[in-house]
T-cell receptor
Framework: KNEVEQSPQNLTAQEGEFITINCSYS?????LHWLQQHPGGGIVSLFM?????KKHGRLIATINIQEKHSSLHITASHPRDSAVYIC???????????WGAGTKLIIKP | ETGVTQTPRHLVMGMTNKKSLKCEQH?????MYWYKQSAKKPLELMFV???????ENNSVPSRFSPECPNSSHLFLHLHTLQPEDSALYLC????????????FGEGSWLTVV
């Protein structure tokens, strides 16, 4: 079992839908990252959070430390949101990043 | 534009070739990383340099050889690679190695034939 599990692995939705991507982890962490990878390969950091909730535009990230779970939400989804969304956790023991396998999101017009 | 630039973006090399990937960051960061991303697998950390010193080598085969001449530049020297080494190689940087926000380059797509 991976230390960081993302679900779903693949998600296809219609433009305008509310999207939720989940990340569960099994190690002690000091922070969790959400990143976005477009088909060209480049990765962009979306959020780094250690508690509560952060919002940036149509993106919202939440984390529940007790339940070892985080969610990334996209409101009013758009085809340009199509990408792979990756969760990574920063271990509190050695500052190593453990990566999830990613969720491939396709938003259809 | 993330401030981390990788070249080349695409590279095709034979198993007997020697080539290098280059990464440059303009963010004033002190930590730089090489990651390998294979299809449908999580990113694999290969090397970490913190203040130009290599602090992490995740059991990477010796056919991959990193070089960090200064805190702004990172190279990955490649020789006698195998077809299974074909992947996306991503360079990243952060302020230091303690888990601050990481900034990634666009990646170098490597195909070994």
């Amino acid at each position: 079992k991976n230390e960081v599990e993302q679900s779903p692995q693949n998600l296809t939705a219609q433009e305008g839908e509310f999207i939720t991507i989940n990340c569960s982890y099994s190690v002690g962490i000091s922070a969790l990252h959400w990143l976005q990878q477009h088909p060209g390969g480049g990765i962009v950091s979306l959020f780094m959070l250690s508690s509560g909730k952060k919002k940036h535009g149509r993106l919202i990230a939440t984390i529940n430390i007790q339940e070892k779970h985080s969610s990334l939400h996209i409101t009013a989804s758009h085809p340009r949101d199509s990408a792979v969304y990756i969760c990574a956790v920063l271990m509190d023991s050695n500052y190593q990043l453990i990566w999830g396998a990613g969720t491939k999101l396709i938003i259809k017009p | 534009e993330t401030g981390v630039t990788q070249t080349p973006r695409h590279l095709v090399m034979g198993m007997t070739n020697k080539k290098s990937l280059k990464c440059e960051q303009h963010l004033g960061h002190n930590a730089m990383y090489w990651y390998k991303q294979s299809a449908k697998k999580p990113l694999e950390l290969m090397f970490v340099y913190n203040f130009k010193e290599q602090t992490e080598n995740n059991s990477v085969p010796s056919r991959f050889s990193p070089e960090c001449p200064n805190s702004s530049h990172l190279f990955l020297h490649l020789h006698t690679l195998q077809p299974e080494d074909s992947a996306l190689y991503l360079c990243a940087s952060s302020h230091d190695g303690s888990g601050n926000t990481i900034y990634f380059g666009e990646g170098s797509w490597l195909t070994v034939v």
